[in-house]
């Protein structure tokens, strides 16, 4: 495998105007803002832009709380890196989408837990952030911004994940990413509402059902490694051949979990973590510049070396197309080499039995 960095959300601000439920980042307006000034922006784009190519997105908390969000995304531009944004919506004005366009992002990520003002507030903890939602992707699509629609899901709104789904079509999106949480920031705090192995399961299936039958919207479960074992399983027993159509700027490439090998997040204070539901620093890139610590820090190194996992998934033939959740084996199971506890599957030959805190 080659583990050059592909895709990196930089957290520009932690202040967020809303206070999700599951936020991994437990942003608020209360929140610090973080280092990023512009100067330090650019300073981190030069070194980025030397030694990769990634897409870049800028998230936060609400990245469009951040003043210099376009400067920032136009010098990111400027260096031949592709920029995205990921908002939650609220902030979306016609000049919003004018500058979008004019600092050169190309994609916008919003997102959408529910197909209701009901649902989506309740889990966004916000009256209007549902309405806000549908009104900023009626502005993309006004202004011709590719959007993609990333979806959350614990057994809260879980009722309404097909219904969200369909939403997410007719709203116009060109992608929509589907995720169960993973517990780390906030969501830490709804252990018991996060969906457990079987229930993820059966979301997986009907997914995969989806997927199959899918020709317009592009369709991915983000950070489900697993899907790509079950996915070959399933098309086997059906003797069909799993058909999988490119992804539009999502993370996902030929294997399942690609934290520290592939992507990575920059957080508001420049601790740089393999993914951005893995609560670890592997260095700070305020001290040392990314390019050095992309190929030197210790874990992000783990995530690269395959033998060193553990438990079921270091016993397993699919490591490769997989890999486990390295995130939910850290907070579920005390190590992030260990198994990924939401997967079922028990390898050939080995000996244990499944560990899952959640069931
Ligand atoms: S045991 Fe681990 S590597 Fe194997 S399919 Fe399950 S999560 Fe993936
Ligand atoms: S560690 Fe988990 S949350 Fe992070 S990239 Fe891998 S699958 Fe996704």
């Given at each position: ?34 280092v ?21 997105v ?18 990111g ?43 989506h ?14 009104r ?12 993609i629609?990333n ?14 789904f ?10 929509w ?6 517990p ?36 991915r ?73 992309w ?10 070396d395959?033998n ?44 244990g ?7």
């Amino acid at each position: 495998m080659d583990f050059k960095l592909k895709w990196l959300a930089w957290e520009i601000t932690r202040r967020c105007n809303l206070d999700c439920v599951h936020c991994r980042s437990a942003s608020s307006l209360k929140s610090p803002a973080g280092v990023w000034t512009l100067e330090r922006a650019k300073t981190f784009l030069n070194d980025l832009a030397g030694f990769a190519s990634p897409v870049v997105v800028l998230t936060g908390g609400e990245p469009l709380l951040h003043k210099n969000v376009f400067d920032i995304a136009a010098y990111g531009t400027a260096k031949g890196l592709r920029m995205a944004l990921a908002t939650n919506g609220t902030m979306v004005t016609d000049n919003t989408c004018q500058q979008i366009l004019k600092s050169g992002i190309q994609v916008v990520a919003l997102s959408l837990d529910g197909a209701s003002a009901a649902v989506h507030d309740n889990f966004r903890r916000q009256p209007g952030a549902f309405d806000a939602v549908i009104r900023a992707a009626g502005l993309f699509r006004k202004h011709n911004i590719p959007f993609i629609i990333n979806s959350s899901f614990t057994k809260r709104n879980r009722p309404d994940l097909e219904k969200t789904f369909m939403l997410a079509k007719e709203l116009g999106a060109t992608a929509w990413y589907m995720f169960m949480i993973v517990p780390m920031g906030r969501a830490k705090e709804v252990l018991d509402e996060l969906i457990g192995p079987e229930e993820y399961d059966r979301i997986l299936r009907w997914h995969f059902e989806q997927e199959m039958k899918e020709t317009d919207i592009l369709m991915r479960p983000t950070c489900a490694p697993h899907y790509y074992r079950l996915v070959r399983e399933w098309a086997r027993e059906m003797g069909i051949k799993y058909r999988r159509r490119s992804l539009a700027w999502s993370t996902g490439g030929g294997k399942g979990c690609l934290a520290g090998q592939t992507i990575a997040l920059v957080d508001a204070f420049g601790e740089v973590q393999p993914c951005s539901y893995f609560d670890k620093s592997a260095g700070n890139c305020l001290k040392t510049p990314l390019s050095k610590l992309w190929y030197s820090a210790p874990l992000l190194l783990r995530m690269r070396d395959f033998n060193s996992y553990e438990g079921r998934c270091g016993a397993c033939p699919y490591i490769k197309v997989c890999g486990g959740c390295r995130a939910r084996a850290d907070v579920l199971l005390g190590s992030d080499l260990d198994e990924d506890p939401m997967c079922r599957y028990i390898p050939p030959g080995y000996e244990g039995g499944l560990r899952n805190p959640l069931d």
